[in-house]
């Protein structure tokens, strides 16, 4: 950079603790010359594990969701604090942190805890521009009495903002919708490293025969994988009672439910009263593992009702796999073309996802085209759309980096 010019955007970003999906994707945006991240953290349970209630389990992620980035760990109770409602992370060491003279602009992650609000208030205090990244949909649930508060309320926290950074299209219409004109959102896709999933889940015919066998499944029949909590929102029964009646129309399959959560006694449970040999639990997998369970199966399922995004859709799309998906998972208008990379149904509805199944299933053909198509859709959506929705962000708001 020459002598003279501006250096690098130093952007801070807020989270509760490091998350695998958020870690790279800073390391990325990090390694580009006019930007430079940090990440700012309320608490490092996700490093030093700590019970996840949607898996009711402690999980530590086998990843490094530290490097490539600079970070802080921020407050006084980061070292014991979880993120476990509105009033669980507050950190007024926040309105040091932030400063004029260290970053030229506040990423802050939604407005779910307290100390989102004191970054927002400290950045405006202090003149950097604030820029809200969430994953709110206009197709979530809101309770009566929030919902008629809702619009007003948002509309007055986001006037606050110099940019809203949608994660997709479902998230930028919620944003209009709140009274967010045009010219702040900008599109900075909810993404995963699909570099790294789509390396990882290019393996050997060896591997991928190693890899079922340690989902139970020892012949060659298509397997249907579900790889998420054990939910209620989530509808894991349904695809179990999907697959039943696949299985009474006589289809070979195998159906592997990869997880744990607050439904599986439930879950083995009818599973065990079905009698069935093909359904099988082979418990949690960590991150480094994933790919190779994905790229060992045929066909992947998410039935949620209630799903700001579903970022494991995007993560068996970059191992090829087709998608079968509830419609109303917040990743389906950009990820999710029906009939072409998977097929959609109404959550809730056993038959229409029995009806999806069976038609994917029976025809190896099919698969392979839509897993082609999954690959195809994935590849233009991922970091480098990131970094240029950043970039965009940034520009229309008027943000230049520190002086050089």
Known sequence: MSAGSRGPTRIAVLNTHPIQYFAPLYAYLNRAEDLDVTALYLSDFSLRGARDPGFGQTVTWDIDLLEGYTSRFVGSRWRTAEPSGFSSMVAPELWREISRDRYDAVWVHGHGYAACLVAVAV??????????????????????????????????????????????????DYYRAMGVPDRKISIVPYSVDNERFAAASRITAEERSEMRARLGVHDEAPVILYASKFQRRKHPDDLLAAFLKLRAQGIDAHLVMVGSGEMEAELHATAAKAGDANIHFPGFFNQ???????????LFVLPSSIEPWGLIVNEVMCAGLPVVVAREVGCVPDLVHDGVNGALFPAGDVDALAAALATIAADAGLRARMGAASRERIAHWGFAECLAGVREALRKAGVTGAAA
Not at 136 to 148: M, N, Y
Not at 154 to 164: E, I, N, R
Not at 288 to 298: G, H, I, N, T, W
């Open 123 to 172: 950045a405006r205090a202090k003149g950097i521009p604030v820029f809200m990244r969430g994953e709110t949909h206009l197709g979530l649930p809101i309770a009566g009495a929030k919902a008629g508060l809702r619009r007003p309320l948002m509309q007055t926290l986001y006037a606050q903002c110099a940019g809203l950074l949608a994660i997709g299209s479902a998230n930028a």
């Open 288 to 298: 480094s593992d994933l790919p190779r369970v994905f790229a060992a199966c045929e």
